[in-house]
């Protein structure tokens, strides 16, 4: 199955210590998403990349938070110094273009203790 | 700004069931619409999508319309199965990004 891989499943992190989140989009994709879901909430957008390009970072905290698609390799998602509220559910979606239907992968879940 | 607006849940209801989830949206022009599901555990899947006015997505014996009048796009089925329990989101497209609803979670007893 070449569908959007996430790893790991499960992440947990103590405060202060650096979570990274890896996503390999589907094959012939070349636009990948992340989002972040809270608790009883909806997803909300982080970021949009496409390769070596950050195209949409609105979503993203000022602070702590970035994210990279290099020209070879998984796009990353890193988070420096966690704090109690990054715990979620951290989702990448790829597509082959705007206007093109996502595709999910099944989440990174982050704890920070 | 562009919004997703659906109903909360959860929703129990009984095998065989007839289902509506309500979703109404605020946006400039017109979005394309969808509703994701999402089982436990898994990411999310696209269920169904509409691109225009009076659009009729339809997919697994789930339909929505997109009525451009009342900004809706509510889901509908005519009788759920308990393998339909899931949470079920409704989202818009604006430029280079999808916009979600909260989701609803729905259970089905057997």
């Known amino acids: 199955n070449a569908g959007v891989m996430q790893n790991p499943r499960h992440l947990v992190r103590r405060r202060g210590q650096e979570a990274r989140l890896r996503c390999s989009p589907m094959k012939g994709h070349s636009h990948v998403y992340w989002y972040r879901q809270l608790p009883e909430e909806g997803l909300k957008f982080m970021v949009y990349l496409q390769k070596e390009n950050i195209i949409d970072e609105s979503g993203m905290p000022k602070e702590r938070f970035s994210a990279e698609f290099p020209k070879e390799g998984p796009s990353i998602l890193r988070i420096q110094q966690v704090v109690r509220g990054d715990s979620a559910a951290y989702f990448c979606a790829s597509s082959n273009g705007i206007n093109s239907p996502l595709h999910f992968g099944n989440g990174t879940r982050l704890t920070v203790t | 700004g562009d919004s997703v607006t659906q109903m909360e849940g959860p929703v129990t209801l009984s095998e065989e069931a007839f289902l509506t989830i309500n979703c109404t949206y605020t946006a400039t022009g017109y979005p394309s619409l969808f509703w994701y599901v999402q089982y436990p555990g898994e990411g999310l899947q696209l269920l169904l999508k509409?691109?225009?006015?009076?659009d009729k997505g339809s997919n697994k014996g789930f339909e929505a319309t997109y009525r451009k009048e009342t900004t809706s796009f509510h889901l509908e089925k005519g009788s759920v199965q308990v393998s339909d329990s899931a949470v079920y989101f409704c989202?818009?497209?604006?430029?280079?990004?999808?916009?979600f609803g909260k989701g609803t979670r729905l259970h089905i007893l057997p």
């Open positions: 989202a818009l497209d604006r430029d280079d990004k999808i916009i």
């Open positions: 509409a691109t225009k006015a009076d």
